[in-house]
């Protein structure tokens, strides 16, 4: 059964550093992606990484999958009080059930 | 174009009411997936469905049922409603194929249960 693990949950930061969120999975994918989601709104896809050793970056995130390690990660560079968010990962079942299965979510908050 | 559109927004039911949610897509998607929010626990997979006429069970389909009559609709039922089942609920689709992926997901439809 697929299970997804993110970590960490929670995470305040000051502006300006960089961090990194960890998107762990239990069983075999190569289709993986990263959503955002504002207080009371819908989920805004950010990227899809569609193979082993993906890299996606798009301003101050960058997402990379590493599909032997079963992880991907969600780096912030120089964070901005704009990227305040809560942050899912979601992997996909692929071929076997068609499921997408998502992690628990990181709630990330920048200090100005 | 409208994309995923949830009805309704908002709704407060009584213990043992039943009522259905309808998610409705007009981007010609063959997945569409039921999923319920709540605080800590990021999305869970209610049921999914893969095209017309086929359904399938998530994690929590406990206490749900669906259906896919037509490609483009996609109904949760709640048949006697229960105060756990209080949570926003978000529909998404997605087309068939490998290159394709993300999902598109409605605004959500945000339930009490009282």
């Known amino acids: 059964e697929l299970k997804v693990e993110q970590n960490p949950l929670f995470l305040s930061m000051q502006e300006g550093k960089n961090y990194t969120i960890y998107c762990n999975y239990s069983?075999?994918?190569?289709?993986l992606y990263w959503y955002r989601q504002d207080p009371g709104k819908s989920l805004e896809s950010l990227f899809v990484?569609?193979?082993?050793?993906a890299v996606k970056q798009e301003g101050r995130l960058m997402a990379s999958l590493d599909t032997k390690a079963r992880l991907s990660t969600l780096h912030i560079t120089a964070a901005v009080h704009d990227l305040s968010a809560t942050y899912f990962c979601?992997?996909?079942?692929?071929?076997?059930?068609?499921?997408?299965?998502f992690g628990k979510g990181t709630r990330l908050h920048i200090l100005p | 174009n409208a994309g995923v559109t949830q009805t309704p927004k908002f709704r407060v039911l009584k213990t043992g009411q039943s009522m259905t949610l309808l998610c409705a897509q007009d981007m010609n998607h063959e997945y569409m997936y039921w999923y319920r929010q709540d605080p800590g626990m990021g999305l869970r997979l209610i049921h999914y469905?893969?095209?017309?006429?086929?359904?399938a069970k998530g994690e929590v389909p406990d206490g749900y049922n669906v259906s896919r009559l037509k490609k483009q609709n996609f109904l949760l039922g709640l048949e006697s409603a229960a105060p756990s089942q209080t949570s926003v609920y978000f529909c998404?689709?997605?087309?068939?194929?490998?290159?394709?992926?993300?999902?598109?997901f409605g605004e959500g439809s945000r339930l009490t249960v009282l």
């Open positions: 990484l569609l193979s082993n050793g």
């Open positions: 979601a992997v996909d079942g692929l071929d076997r059930d068609d499921k997408i299965i």
């Open positions: 469905s893969v095209g017309e006429g086929t359904t």
């Open positions: 069983t075999t994918s190569d289709r």
């Open positions: 998404a689709s997605r087309p068939r194929g490998r290159r394709f992926g993300e999902l598109f």
